[in-house]
């Protein structure tokens, strides 16, 4: 197993940057994902990490080897590509033993060596079909199984979950996981779904536009996004305008002040706060946290575990309020009424709205699921 480097690495299609100045180290043995709506660059990344495309800048090495311009079959990396490309003429085994029929293994040895990868993905009992008599998901586990059988220094995963109803996508993910580990495998694995990206990886690297907007574990990206377009990609955020007005103040443009906790940068004017941070304040009962707002209830949904609120409130903003459906704040609630909400100092984040596109309090280019 080998580390994969990046340094300022760029693809350019006819004058249009598909990716840009991108560096990056993924260490032996870990899970990148890398994340970003659709068109950012993802795809792009990845085939120039397997060697189908050619940077038009920068420098790729895997351990210490410099692949930059290296063939694919060169480069020990195994590649699922976003709509998983099995071989149609070829069963199940032939599928898996391709690459290594490629690289002039023993017959024998082949042989021994699908059966292996294929009883890694519980297939081994599908060894002779063909992959339209295989369902979405067995083709996903042929599709890794034949990535691995290579014993692929670097794992390149392009939306490998993507054709999977929600619950085999949870369960491959997690099959996906367990054999990365045991293997020790380098992996970067491409999804636009924020949930997944943070369910599986070690690391997180997020893009906008060919750029890599920031880089860090699960944690420190949905606890300190740097900017705007990372609290919205990273879960959901309720965003408001304004600017600091002193230490540890933020004044918004309808003149109410919130208080947030450590330095802000100076360019900053949105305050971020997440519908999970907010509590409800029930009556006349006096709020637990220093930031208050008052509103009218909009609309309650339930959403199973938790309910979403959506509040009018005296910002003139709509904010989005996650109460857990067994806490007894939510019951006597009614839409139409008024309501007090409140939020811990440290649930406020303040943030660069350098690059925040418009009024309407969403990016355009977010991606929905
Ligand atoms: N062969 C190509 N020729 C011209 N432009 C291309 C080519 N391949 C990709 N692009 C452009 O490069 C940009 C990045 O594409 P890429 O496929 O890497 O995006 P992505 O992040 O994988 O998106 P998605 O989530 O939709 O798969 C897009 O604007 C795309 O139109
Ligand atoms: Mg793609």
Redesign the pocket.
């Known amino acids: 197993m080998k580390q994969v480097t990046l340094s300022h690495v760029g ?1 350019t ?2 004058g ?1 940057d ?2 840009h100045d991108f560096s990056l180290t993924v260490k032996q043995g870990e899970l990148v994902a890398l994340l ?10 990845l ?1 120039m990490i397997a060697g189908f495309v050619l940077p038009t800048a920068g420098e790729i090495r895997i351990g210490q080897h410099n692949v930059t311009e290296m063939p694919p079959y060169r480069r020990s990396t195994g590649m699922v590509f ?1 709509n998983y490309a099995l071989f149609p003429h070829m069963t199940v085994s032939q599928n898996v033993g391709f690459g290594l029929e490629m690289r002039n293994v023993a017959r024998a040895d082949i042989k021994a060596r699908v059966l292996e990868m294929l009883r890694l993905v519980h297939l081994d009992h599908l060894l002779d079909r063909y992959p339209r008599q295989l369902s979405g998901g067995q083709q996903q586990r042929v599709a890794l199984a034949r990535a691995l059988a290579i014993t692929p220094d670097v794992l390149l995963l ?2 490998p979950l993507s054709n999977l109803d929600a619950k085999l996508r949870h369960a491959v993910r997690i099959e996906i996981r367990q054999l990365q580990r045991k293997l020790g495998l380098t992996t970067i694995f ?1 999804t ?1 779904d924020q949930e997944e990206a943070l369910a599986v990886a070690d690391r997180l690297v997020v ?1 906008n536009k ?1 750029r890599i907007e920031q880089v860090g574990t699960p944690r420190e990206l949905y606890d300190t996004p740097r900017t705007a377009f990372i609290a919205d990609f990273m879960g959901r955020a309720n965003f408001l305008r304004g600017y600091v007005s002193a230490p540890g103040t933020f004044l918004t443009q309808s003149g109410q002040r919130f208080y947030f906790s450590g330095s802000a940068p100076s360019s900053t004017s949105i305050l971020s706060v997440r519908p999970d941070c907010i509590d409800l304040v029930p009556g006349d009962a006096a709020p637990k946290h220093p930031n208050v707002l008052s509103g009218i209830v909009r609309a309650i949904t339930f959403l199973g575990p938790v309910n979403e609120v959506m509040i009018g409130s005296d910002t003139g903003q709509t904010i989005s309020v996650h109460s857990r459906t067994a806490s007894h704040d939510i019951a006597s609630l009614k839409e139409g009424e008024p309501v007090r909400i409140s939020w811990p100092v440290k649930a406020s984040q303040i943030l660069d709205a350098s690059d925040w596109p418009d009024n309407e309090g969403r990016y355009k280019n977010r ?1 929905e699921d």
């Open positions: 693809k299609y006819g249009v598909a990716v970003g709506p659709s068109g950012c660059g993802k795809t792009t990344t085939r976003q392009d939306e491409v636009h893009m060919g991606t």
